[in-house]
């Protein structure tokens, strides 16, 4: 392989000028490259990925057995005699490893990006179809190119789960509307999800389509056609509340000995009420979160665990709050955190004390569960006196059709905004 150097009148042209085209790697097979010798006589075979003269590095290709000198020809498609007892093998094996390269000189040409020695790597190093959609959506899972929460990667893992149910060998050029307008109909009639589900698994792909198109894999242009025209409607569902009698029901319920854990769980819900908290808040909340102000009390200045959005919980609306939480408080002062680490479990084993203390007290058409106590919270408040506007800054809100209602926040705010809830006279 030769690289020529371009002249004018007999002098070497201006680096500038012999860029007159962008100029992509090139790719040499390559037998023994370090030029050495063994007893053996068997040697490696490497692809000469060149980039720059800064920029060159040699890529092994796995073979089943090495090469001797008399077994190498050197000839394209043909690069090791048919002597040698795995000369198809390793001649399929450099013929696909060059495709791979050839198709990515190919792509970012296209696209006129730069291609540079990590991008390369990064791509032979790949173990999944480089065409394939699904083998990228779970690259993306396995190594995320932003950091998500849990619950949004578990979201990101149902939704491929899904698409591999629906098509197991979607490739790049596969993606359509038509390809995602199936899998909705795919979604909604066969597996027969609700549309919030179905929304959250769009949300996803719309995700990694997006990171699929900034790897290069398919153009801007792809990618807006994709979803041009599909929407998927979220119709929004009754959220099971309880009534102050039914909250007053449950904080004086009387547990057995033998209950210990319901009496915990039941209190923690109460908590959950109080706070408008989620059960992540609740298990993060930290012990220099709890603050008190000389005139009206305790209060709770937190970043919530969901979207690190600020929440100021006045503790004082409700009479009992501050008194069973300081039964939960964890003393070891060693320990950051505000609540006791022996009372703190997984949600499931949460959610299913909550069903069975509403089985305990015969609540049979109620179904609690930790959410709720959040909901609770919400319209407690708008119902007993809170200022509407006030109410998403208490909880940490974040919503832009609202954006207005959730400025910065501040205790003064806070004081006037519950000023006129009253809920001393409810034993709750």
């Not at 392989?1 to 004018?8: A, D, G, L, P, T």
């Not at 590095?57 to 690069?79: A, C, F, H, L, M």
């Not at 013929?95 to 790597?121: A, F, G, H, S």
């Not at 060693?334 to 007290?361: E, G």
């Amino acid at each position: 392989m030769s690289r020529m150097v371009v002249k004018k009148d007999g002098k070497l042209a201006p680096r500038k000028r012999q860029q007159a085209r962008r100029l992509m790697p090139t790719y040499l097979t390559v037998w023994n490259y370090r030029g050495k010798t063994n007893q053996c006589g068997l040697y490696p075979i490497h692809i000469e990925l060149y980039v720059s003269r800064t920029q060159r590095r040699y890529y092994e290709i796995q073979v089943p057995q090495k090469v001797t000198k008399n077994e190498w020809s050197g000839k394209d498609d043909g690069w090791v005699k048919i002597s040698h007892p795995f000369a198809f093998e390793i001649n399929n094996q450099i013929r696909d490893t060059l495709n791979v390269l050839k198709e990515l000189n190919k792509r970012y040409y296209t696209m006129k990006k730069p291609l540079t020695m990590p991008l390369i790597l990064k791509e032979l190093n790949k173990d999944y179809n480089l065409d394939s959609f699904n083998g990228f959506f779970r690259q993306v899972i396995l190594d995320p190119p932003e950091t998500l929460d849990p619950e949004t990667m578990k979201r990101y893992e149902a939704a491929l789960k899904k698409l591999n149910k629906f098509n197991p060998a979607v490739t790049f050029a596969d993606l359509s509307q038509s390809l995602f307008e199936g899998f909705k109909k795919f979604l909604e009639q066969t597996e027969e999800l609700a549309s919030s589900t179905i929304k959250g698994y769009f949300n996803a792909c719309i995700k990694v389509v997006e990171w699929a198109r900034k790897d290069n894999q398919i153009t801007k242009e792809h990618q807006a056609a994709i979803f041009e025209d599909i929407t998927v409607s979220v119709v929004k569902s009754k959220k099971e509340q309880l009534t102050v009698e039914q909250i007053t029901e449950w904080k004086n319920w009387q547990f057995t000995e033998k209950q210990s854990a319901q009496e915990r769980d039941r209190d923690v819900f109460l908590i959950l009420i109080y706070t408008g908290w989620y059960y992540n808040d609740f298990k993060e909340a930290l012990k220099t979160d709890l603050k008190k102000d000389p005139d009206w009390g305790y209060y709770i200045d937190k970043a919530r665990y969901k979207n690190d959005n600020q929440a100021i919980i006045p503790l004082w609306i409700f009479k009992n709050a501050y008194p069973l939480m300081c039964k939960y408080f964890c003393k070891d002062t060693k320990s950051p955190y505000l609540f006791r680490r022996d009372i703190i479990q997984q949600d499931q084993p949460f959610n299913r004390n909550l069903k069975k203390i509403a089985s305990i007290m015969g609540w049979v058409n109620i179904k609690v569960y930790n959410k709720m106590g959040r909901i609770m919270y919400s319209q407690l408040l708008i119902r007993y006196g809170a200022e509407r506007s006030m109410v998403p800054k208490l909880m940490g809100h974040e919503d832009e059709k609202s954006a207005t209602a959730y400025y910065d926040i501040n205790l003064a705010d806070v004081i006037e905004g519950v000023r006129k809830v009253n809920l001393d006279r409810f034993d709750i």
